[in-house]
């Protein structure tokens, strides 16, 4: 071989030992990881391994013989030259140690390839910047603190001292307890810790307090870092400051809070659609339906029946001048009508177009009702004074006229003609008497006067009244009546007016009589109901309820109006008469009814 000729001189030696150790150092040679090449004396290649040839981009035989040249490196067949010309020094590092074979020097130069040392090295320094620069922006926006596993502070850069108020000397080997605003409770900082402790990363916001006692909010994530074994060596916890957040979020919350205690339903609802965005607690109140239910919704198809030509415009009022305000017949979720006072505020995009519509409800139904009630009053108290110039302007007359006809009457024959004239007459002079003395009871009604009663023996006495007016009718005619009552088992017994509840329910009896034009029932109910869900308070229920012709929906709001009245013979003084002693017990008179449904009368009192 080759690589053996250049040894020859050891082989004169003649010596087994000195043949023994050249082969095992030329084995030797050729598996380093190095580039290796033996130089004789002469400064000429005798050997060179795979590795160096691969340097030289050649076969090992091509270096054998070629001449170092360390002394004269510009001679273009030199290995020297070769390797300049193939850059092999600009990626390797060459080392030269003398070399003893038996009796003769040699020199042994190593080449080392340092291009993955490089490429290790600028990849080294590649994360080292990039590692670099993760911190300075990770410094830069966010509160950065290193803590060893029990939770004493290794680091912390400038923005944690910055916000915490403390210095770094005063803030490392400290624990997280000197910010500690006593705002969490302890369980909250235990989770923390048995999250962190089985190494997994925690997430949450905490209050903290500063050095000068100023109190601010972050943002925080703890990542641990762990050993071999999985356990956390040291914990990272990144903040981020989100006080001017928190605090407008308290804000928001104290507004929304007033915005739920307000009185008045407050809605927000999409301009191009009219889908509700918003819905207050008063709404829910007010109109029976959830946010749940409402939010979504078309407000218009939600609050109407039907649509009032009043909203077409209020939205050209409202685009025009910004707001707009009226009145509105609207309905809840139970088909009930209510009045609404609704002001409307146009809200409009950073570009100037209108985006949606604030409206504030005010329910006024109630308000409504009791200026009706003062209308009534009023009328009342006209009725008592008409009734009072009626006393005098027409009874004197009347009773001169009835005395005047009864004259005449016994001065004619009974069969004469001109009597049963003067009869009918006479006649309808009592009936005008009969109708002012009743103007007279309802203009000037009584005085309330409540004593402990049973409302089961009034109820009883105004059935049995009942009954016997309605023998009287029925007399000799085709119609059918039964009247229905059965008491409670227990007497119920409370302050009343005895006379005066007497005379509403007989009232209400009478009424539903008439009522029933051919055959009918009329059922009386006497019952104690819940006034409240928790039962504590109570009131009691006088129902008559009757299959007689019912109220039309447009002539039910009107009953209790003074002189309305569609029976054949009434005044339309009963019903009003009725609310007002319902009302001086403190209670009530409900109505339901559809027309030929008959109508069910309802009196409450609270016991």
């Known amino acids: 071989m080759n690589e053996m000729i250049d040894f020859d001189i050891l082989l004169e030696v003649n010596q087994p030992r000195v043949v023994e150790n050249h082969e095992k150092l030329l084995d030797a040679l050729r598996h380093l990881e190095n580039g290796i090449m033996v130089l004789n004396d002469q400064g000429h290649v005798m050997f060179a391994n795979e590795i160096a040839a691969r340097l030289f981009n050649c076969e090992a035989d091509a270096l054998i013989g070629l001449p170092f040249d360390l002394a004269h490196p510009e001679q273009g067949h030199s290995v020297l030259a070769k390797a300049r010309e193939l850059e092999v020094f600009s990626s390797s590092d060459i080392c030269l140690n ?14 080392r390839d340092i291009r993955e040392r490089e490429t290790a090295e600028a990849t080294l320094k590649a994360v080292y910047k990039e590692l670099r620069d993760i911190k300075f922006a990770l410094d830069q926006s966010s509160i950065v603190a290193m803590t060893d596993r029990h939770g004493v502070i290794t680091y912390c850069n400038d923005k944690f001292c910055e916000i915490s108020k403390y210095s770094l000397t005063e803030l ?24 962190i402790g089985r190494g997994k990363v925690w997430r949450g916001e905490i209050k903290n307090r500063a050095k000068d006692g100023t109190l601010y909010w972050v943002d925080t994530t703890i990542i641990p870092f762990l050993d071999a074994d ?23 919350l104290e507004q929304a809070t007033l915005i739920n205690q307000t009185q008045d339903a407050i809605i927000v609802r999409n301009w191009n659609d009219g889908r509700i965005l ?32 009043q909203i077409e415009e209020a939205h050209r009022v409202v685009l025009a001048a910004g707001e707009w305000r009226g009145e509105l017949y609207q309905v809840t979720k139970e088909g009930k009508d209510i009045v609404v006072e609704s002001a409307w505020t146009l809200l409009r ?57 009864d004259i005449l009457i016994r001065r004619r024959d009974k069969d004469d003609p001109e009597r049963v004239a003067l009869e009918a007459v006479r006649g309808e ?42 023998a009287v009718e029925t007399l000799g005619n085709q119609r059918h009546l039964t009247l229905e009552f059965e008491p409670p088992n227990d007497a119920i017994t ?22 029933i034009e051919e055959s009918g029932t009329v059922n009386v109910f006497l019952e104690i109901h819940p006034k409240n869900p928790d039962g504590i308070q109570k009131e009691v229920h006088i129902k008559v309820q009757d299959s007689g012709r019912g109220i039309s929906e447009t002539d039910l709001p009107n009953v209790f109006n003074p002189f309305f009245t569609k029976a054949r013979k009434g005044t339309g003084l009963g019903l009003p008469a009725v609310r007002r ?22 009196i409450v009192l609270p016991m």
């Open 581 to 602: 002693i319902a009302r001086a017990h403190g209670g009530r008179v409900d109505v339901q009814s559809k027309l030929s449904e008959g109508a069910t009368f309802t």
């Open 429 to 470: 002079v009592a009936r005008i008497d009969a109708t002012v003395r009743e103007l007279l009871n309802r203009g000037r009604p009584r005085t309330t006067h409540l004593a402990p009663h049973s409302v089961t023996d009034v109820v009883r006495r105004a059935v049995f009244v009942a009954r016997q007016q309605l």
């Open 278 to 309: 918003f819905w207050n607690r008063s709404a829910e109140r007010i109109y029976g339906w959830t946010a749940a239910e409402a939010v979504g919704k078309i407000a218009s198809k939600l609050l109407f029946t039907e649509v009032p030509p």
């Open 98 to 111: 003398e070399l003893t074979l038996g009796i003769n020097k040699a020199l042994l130069v190593t080449l």
């Open 172 to 195: 490392l080997g400290k624990t997280h307890r000197v910010i500690n605003s006593g705002y969490h409770p302890e369980e909250f900082f235990q989770d923390m810790w048995r999250t």
């Open 494 to 515: 409370m302050p009343i007016d005895s006379l005066q509840l007497e005379d509403a329910v007989l009232n209400l009896l009478l009424n539903a009589i008439e009522a």
């Open 230 to 252: 999985g356990k956390p060596y040291q914990y990272v916890a990144i903040r981020n400051d989100i006080t001017e957040r928190k605090r407008a979020e308290e804000q928001v």
């Open 349 to 405: 995009d950073r570009e100037g177009k209108p985006k949606a519509i604030l409206v504030v409800n005010t329910n006024i139904t109630e308000k409504i009702r009791l200026e009706v009630e003062l209308m009534r009053a009023s009328q009342f108290s006209l009725i008592g004074e008409l009734a009072a110039g009626l006393a005098h302007e027409i009874k004197n007359p009347l009773a001169g006229i009835q005395g005047a006809v």
